[in-house]
């Protein structure tokens, strides 16, 4: 649909949640890449006038929150709290934006869990056995089984906890744990019984519904569907087994109605805990929680997972709701783990980020919500973060491509025109084109493909580029009898960029508030995009949106966490990345003789390492102006366009190869994190490259492609 039509439509209503972070830890950037891809989603459907509440909250219960707070000397409650203020610091860091965050530890979600209870029991779905468990005879508790390590009992890996094997993906009870030990005191466990109570979701009625429902088209992905059915097995297969819901006593929880020491496993209130949080939202706003949540709502319930926890959200939990009637998930969106430069990333072990670390460091939260954005989809394969791919898309992306359009085009709208864009350039056949793309670049964006969007809007923002170096804005500013021309080329650049500011603001919301605020629009929605800048409102002066990343701050953000990060040394040296495509040549040197050396190759020098490869920073320059340096035969001044702000200025002792007339407009490689060399003649900030000669009898500045932009990363 194209963005018109879907503005006309009646608006969707929409409950979106994320999983529920547990309040006995740090959020890492593993759990962002959720929060992002939800929050992106939830300001995508804003941006088409729907309606939709995100929420979220703490999941507070269970045995880790109780003995962290003991072991603190404070009371659960107190801990809970604390970490909810954490976790919001850290959210609100990274620009996710909820209509409302919780608690599961809160008076409606304790109402809400009591009457699924008891609904379920009067479907005579609750029954109650005794079960056989691992106690810890020292800490006199039962033990969960995070808490029980030992061999797995398939593979006799070491170190395994008592739930499934991290070595070759078993999953068992914890009592087939060889050499069990308890991780809260050492103390090897014994075996107790005690009475617990089960949802029985091996009853015909249960089997046969989620059959039914875990088929339904669209409410999950395929390989999530086809996952469900190797759970499921054959009809009959018995293969589902009963769930228990209970914990023993000392257990911070919900005690179960009418069963004294037995409290709801945290499982069973922690997603209820999204009902909760809508419940708040309800009362505060004047909403009626029921028009969401009733089994005949018309409203859509939209989770957002890590397939980690898929067995809960598409088996448990919808049974646990179509039985208590209460509507069932309309889309249940699983999505992969996330690795470091290839290594695995586990909170059990301490290999994570933290996003307080990640900030701390002055690294900007929008450069990873757009790389996240650029390597997501809609299916359930894991995402990579590799640092060099990372600093190479923001860096090239971001600032050369998307900013660039704004930085070099707003200064000579503002100086010569008094910021006002022409009104007849707003239809020139570029901006028509680019318009276009909205239905596309929504569909993607609707569909959770985000790096097909992204792909789209670079896409777009490459043809604008080249429409910048065709016009070439900085030469025109040269020219008085070019002033209309200069006029239309600046108005098409910003308007340009204001359409591209819209297609980015889900994945880049306060850039984009600043590109608002610098066009003098006011927040941009989705219907917008054909409503184009006018000369009635004035352009604010041009001030930078972004900073490129730094490679020291990357760095700093390693040395911070090494010791989590340490595993992953190894497999980022063998990592290898496509960033630019940016293919290097060399430009003919007139009059140069060819030696021997240059002609059958130098010997190659020691091997470096991929790290050492990334500390350079070669970018593409535009060779915007070159002089001779007067006093000097080897110099030439180049002024060279790096996709900045402003060009820079080098020099280069290639006087002897070229006249300076030969590498206007044309595309060098340049050292572009090479320290500034104050020289004789002036400052120098880079270095042009070039092919030599051992005797310089023969040299070459190397040049690249012609689609190639100014600012381009090489790697």
């Known amino acids: 649909m194209t963005a018109a039509a879907s503005h006309n439509k009646t608006p969707r209503r929409i409950l979106v949640t994320s999983a529920l972070p547990y309040a006995n830890g740090a959020i890492h950037l593993g759990h962002l890449v959720e929060y992002i891809q939800t929050d992106i989603w939830v300001r995508f459907q804003k941006m088409q006038s729907n309606e939709v509440y995100y929420v979220c909250a703490d999941d507070t219960h269970g045995t880790p929150v109780m003995l962290r707070a003991q072991s603190e000397g404070i009371s659960p409650e107190a801990l809970i709290e604390r970490v909810s203020q954490e976790h919001q610091r850290d959210f609100a860091s990274f620009l996710v934006n909820f209509d409302n965050y919780y608690s599961t530890n809160a008076p409606e979600n304790k109402a809400y869990c009591e009457q699924i209870y008891k609904e379920l029991r009067n479907q005579g779905l609750i029954q109650t056995k005794s079960v056989e468990q ?32 991290e070595v070759c993906g078993a999953t068992y009870n914890p009592t087939e744990l060889k050499n069990a030990y308890s991780t809260v005191s050492g103390a090897a466990p014994v075996r107790k019984s005690s009475d617990h109570y089960f949802f029985k979701l091996s ?373 290898t990345t496509a960033t630019a495509t940016a293919t290097a040549t060399a430009l003919p040197s007139k009059g140069a003789k060819t030696s021997a050396s240059a002609a059958q190759g130098d010997a190659v020098s020691p091997y470096i390492t991929i790290d050492d490869f990334a500390k350079i920073d070669l970018r593409i320059g535009l060779v915007q102006e070159c002089k001779a340096v007067e006093g000097s035969t080897k110099l030439l001044q180049l002024t060279v366009d790096l996709g900045e702000a402003k060009p820079r200025n080098i020099f280069s002792g290639i006087a002897a190869h070229y006249k300076p007339e030969e590498l206007v407009g044309q595309k060098v490689v340049v050292v572009a994190n090479l320290a500034p060399r104050k020289m004789k003649f002036g400052i120098s900030e880079g270095m042009v490259l070039c092919a030599a000669a051992d005797d310089d009898s023969a040299l070459a500045a190397l040049s690249a492609h012609s689609k190639a932009l100014a600012g381009m990363k090489i790697s």
């Open 203 to 575: 009853d015909p009625r249960c089997e046969n519904f989620l059959r039914q429902w875990t088929q339904s088209e669209g409410r999950l992905q395929v390989e999530a569907s086809r996952k469900m059915q190797e759970w499921l097995g054959e009809e009959g297969s018995g293969k589902l087994a009963d769930w228990d819901i209970s914990r023993d006593a000392p257990y911070f929880g919900f005690e179960i109605p009418d069963a004294p020491g037995k409290y709801f496993y945290v499982w069973l209130d922690a997603p209820v805990g999204y009902f909760a949080s809508f419940k708040q939202l309800c009362d505060r706003i004047g909403l009626n929680a029921d028009d969401f949540l009733r089994k005949d709502s018309t409203a859509e319930m939209i989770h957002f997972i890590g397939k980690d926890i898929l067995y809960f959200h598409a088996l448990f939990w919808p049974a646990m709701l179509e039985f208590s009637n209460f509507r069932t998930p309309t889309k249940v969106n699983a999505h992969g783990f996330l690795t470091v430069d290839g290594a695995k990333m586990s909170k059990s072990r301490g290999t994570f980020i933290t996003a307080e670390s990640y900030i701390k460091q002055g690294m900007n939260p929008e450069w990873l919500r757009y790389y996240f954005a650029a390597k997501l989809n809609a299916s359930t394969e894991d995402l990579d973060l590799s640092f060099t791919d990372f600093s190479a898309r923001v860096n090239s992306d971001l600032v050369g491509k998307f900013i660039n359009i704004a930085s070099r085009s707003a200064g000579f709208l503002v100086k010569q025109f008094e910021g006002r864009v022409l009104d007849s350039a707003m239809q020139h056949p570029v901006l028509l084109e680019l318009r276009k793309q909205a239905e596309v670049i929504a569909g993607h964006y609707n569909d959770r493909e985000y790096g097909k969007a992204i792909r789209e809007i670079m896409a777009c923002a490459d043809h604008i580029n080249i429409y910048v170096d065709q016009e070439k804005p900085w030469e025109l500013a040269k020219k008085p009898e070019a002033a209309q021309q200069l006029h239309i080329a600046c108005s098409v650049c910003l308007e340009a960029f204001r359409v591209l500011s819209l297609y980015l603001k889900p994945v880049l919301p306060q850039l984009v508030a600043n590109a608002e605020n610098l066009l003098g629009v006011a927040s941009l929605n989705w219907a917008d995009v054909n409503t184009p800048l006018s000369s009635a409102q004035a352009l604010q002066p041009f001030k930078h949106l972004m900073q490129r990343v730094d490679q020291k701050q990357i760095d700093a953000l390693i040395e911070a966490n090494k010791q989590s990060l340490a595993p992953a040394a190894s497999s980022a040296q063998s990592a």
């Open 134 to 165: 691992f106690y810890d005879p020292v800490k006199e508790m039962f033990l969960p089984d995070r808490f029980i390590k030992g061999e797995c009992p398939k593979c006799n890996a070491k170190d395994q906890y008592g739930d499934s094997c």
